[in-house]
């Protein structure tokens, strides 16, 4: 069963604009880790953002931010003020239980395209 | 973080041939793993890099096909053995550390003609 669902396969979003990114996410385990991973045409995997399941606050990183809705399995990526940079492959990614650190589960991305 | 350094960063090769893959980070590390992302696709977890011990294959890979090696807590191997063209992909290291998020090498992009 897929475990982390992005819905959004591309977007468009306009320079100086904010975008919201969607990630739901299924698990049962009470301890998981929620990851924002940025890929350009390069190939490089870019770490965003982490948000714990314990985290009582929502993760904020620069002009990233992650709006953390627990009780929907929800973990949305907001980039605000979205420059010509930000265009790239967007990844949501979980990571499971204390037995499993660092083994992470991708969702299927979502594409961003920055326009001026 | 660490800095990871993953070597080929790209490479062409003919089927039925092998490629080593090499990760090297400038600290020695927990845990390693090897990603494959398939054209237009997201990244799948090959396996997890055991230092001393043989790694631990997900559901789908074998070692046969995917060897791998980490001699020690800084360095690892993975081989992509008797390539086809449908193992053409980018394939990631990246790096667990105790409370730290974990980290991608820049990928190797692998074309197999």
């Known amino acids: 069963a897929q475990k982390i669902t992005q819905t959004q396969p591309g977007m468009f979003v306009q320079e100086k604009e904010a975008v919201t990114l969607d990630c739901t996410y299924d698990t049962s385990d009470p301890s998981y880790g929620l990851f924002w991973y940025k890929q350009p045409s390069s190939g490089e995997m870019i770490f965003l953002i982490y948000?714990?399941?314990?985290?009582?606050q929502n993760a904020t990183e620069g002009r990233y931010s992650l709006n953390f809705q627990k009780a929907r399995k929800s973990a949305n990526l907001v980039i605000s003020a979205s420059q010509l940079g930000d265009s790239a492959m967007y990844f949501c990614?979980?990571?499971?239980?204390?037995?499993?650190?660092?083994?992470?589960?991708f969702g299927a991305g979502t594409q961003v395209v920055v326009t001026p | 973080s660490a800095v990871i350094s993953q070597k080929p960063s790209r490479d062409i090769c003919q089927r039925g041939t092998s490629l080593t893959i090499q990760c090297q980070v400038d600290s020695q590390v927990t845990m390693m793993f090897w990603y494959r992302q398939q054209p237009g696709q997201s990244l799948t977890l090959i396996a997890t890099?055991?230092?001393?011990?043989?790694?631990?294959?997900e559901s789908g890979f074998v070692i046969d096909k995917f060897p791998i090696s980490r001699p020690n807590l800084t360095f690892s191997t993975l081989t992509v053995s008797n390539m086809s063209p449908e193992d053409s992909s980018i394939y990631l290291c990246?790096?667990?550390?105790?409370?730290?998020?974990?980290?991608f090498g820049d990928g190797t992009r692998l074309s197999i003609l």
């Open positions: 948000q714990g399941s314990y985290d009582q």
């Open positions: 890099a055991n230092q001393g011990s043989e790694a631990t294959y």
């Open positions: 990246s790096v667990h550390n105790g409370s730290q998020p974990q980290h």
């Open positions: 990614a979980m990571r499971e239980g204390r037995g499993s650190w660092g083994k992470l589960q």
